[in-house]
């Protein structure tokens, strides 16, 4: 079972570079999370989907931007690259986000920028 | 704003003893509340979960109680394991809205 797949798993960025991290999931799951952790810290919510062509902001959005084309697949892009944007990067789906069903995580993006 | 945190950032047992990781919330209106175990290099792995109109709730060798009159919340896991060496988060929410993550509790079984 494949679940939540992101690829790169590592990435190293240059200030000013944009790039896109990948996210699919294999569940048919219409709920979609970004979420960024940061050394020691718990995740915060970047961006979330309620399906596709859905997208909404979550706690911290800014320098970033998302799209829902289709319900497998869900990317985050970083546009103009910062340091303050190092961080590890997880996508999660989940079944139904009213009714309180876990979420299921990838394994992450850990990207630095330099 | 509203937070969810943990009591302990590090806990260090041995292998065989229960462990007991701790967690108080700060909203009152939450009702689901879930464990995760982060291992390094991963990403969270649900453990198990609970709604706010239960008090306790049991798994494989884990437990999870939930005192909403203080607002506390807590992971037991009875005969630790060097496996079960992890990062442990408590996540808040109410319904329709998004999670809400504590900074964690690192696990450490000696054997």
């Known amino acids: 079972n494949a679940g939540v797949t992101q690829t790169p798993k590592f990435r190293i960025l240059k200030i000013g570079q944009s790039m896109t991290l990948q996210c699919t999931q294999d569940?048919?799951?219409?709920?979609m999370y970004w979420y960024r952790q940061d050394p020691g810290m718990g995740l915060k919510l970047i961006y979330y989907?309620?399906?596709?062509?859905?997208?909404d902001k979550g706690e911290v959005p800014n320098g970033y931007n998302v799209s829902r084309s289709t319900t497998e697949d869900f990317p985050l892009r970083l546009e103009l690259a910062a340091p303050s944007q190092t961080s590890v990067y997880f996508c999660?789906?989940?079944?139904?986000?009213?009714?309180?069903?876990?979420?299921?995580f990838g394994d992450g993006t850990r990207l630095s920028i330099l | 704003g509203e937070s969810v945190g943990l009591h302990l950032p590090t806990l260090s047992v041995q292998e065989g003893d229960n462990s007991i990781i701790n967690c108080a919330y700060s909203?009152?209106?939450?009702?689901?509340f879930i464990w995760y175990k982060q291992e390094s290099g991963k990403g969270p792995q649900f453990i198990i979960d609970i709604r706010s109109n239960m008090d306790k709730r049991q798994g494989q060798r884990v437990t999870v109680l939930l005192n909403k009159t203080v607002k506390h919340l807590s992971l037991q896991i009875a005969a630790t394991q060097p496996g079960d060496s992890a990062v442990y988060f408590c996540?808040?929410?109410?319904?329709?809205?998004?999670?809400?993550f504590g900074k964690g509790t690192t696990l450490s079984v000696s054997s």
């Open positions: 996540a808040e929410k109410k319904a329709g809205t998004a999670l809400i």
């Open positions: 999660a789906s989940s079944t139904d986000r009213a009714r309180n069903q876990p979420q299921h």
């Open positions: 569940m048919n799951h219409n709920y």
């Open positions: 909203n009152s209106a939450s009702d689901y």
């Open positions: 989907s309620v399906g596709a062509g859905i997208t």
